[in-house]
C-alpha cells in the first residue's frame, strides 16, 4: 500500500565536510587538536569513546561542521528549488530506488 511499514527505517540526507588536499586535512587536524577540553564530552561521542584526545576533538569538530555545512547548503538549495527541478530524479512512490530519493532529498531544502 501507500503507507509505510512500521518496521521501515526512514533515510536521511546530510551535506558533510570532505578535506581532499592535504592543506585541509592539515588544517582540520590542527582545529580538532586546539579542541578545548570541555568540548570533548558533547553529545557526537555518544557513538563510543574515542581513542584519544585527538580523536574526539576530530569527532567533535567533523560534527560542528557537518551541522553548519548541512544548515547553510539546505537553506542555499531551498532559496532555488524551482531551478533545481529539471535535475531531480522521476519519483514514483513505492517503486523510487533509494539512490533517487537520496538525489532529489538533497535538492530539496524547504524540508527533511
Do not use: H
Not at 568540548?39 to 584526545?53: H, I, N, T
Not at 513505492?94 to 535538492?107: A, D, I, M, V
Request: contains cysteine; proline residues 5%.
Amino acid at each position: 500500500g501507500s503507507r509505510r511499514r512500521g518496521g521501515e527505517l526512514a533515510a536521511e540526507t546530510c551535506w558533510v565536510p570532505v578535506c581532499r588536499a592535504p592543506d585541509q586535512r592539515e588544517a582540520f587536524l590542527r582545529l580538532s587538536a586546539s579542541m578545548p577540553v570541555l568540548a570533548l564530552g558533547s553529545s557526537a561521542l555518544q557513538g563510543g569513546d574515542p581513542a584519544s584526545r585527538e580523536e574526539a576533538g576530530a569527532a567533535v569538530l567533523y560534527s560542528f561542521l557537518q551541522a553548519v555545512i548541512n544548515a547553510e547548503v539546505k537553506g542555499v538549495v531551498a532559496g532555488m528549488e524551482q531551478e533545481l527541478l529539471p535535475f531531480k530524479a522521476n519519483y514514483r512512490r513505492g517503486r523510487s530506488p533509494l539512490t533517487e530519493l537520496w538525489w532529489n532529498s538533497l535538492l530539496t531544502g524547504s524540508r527533511d
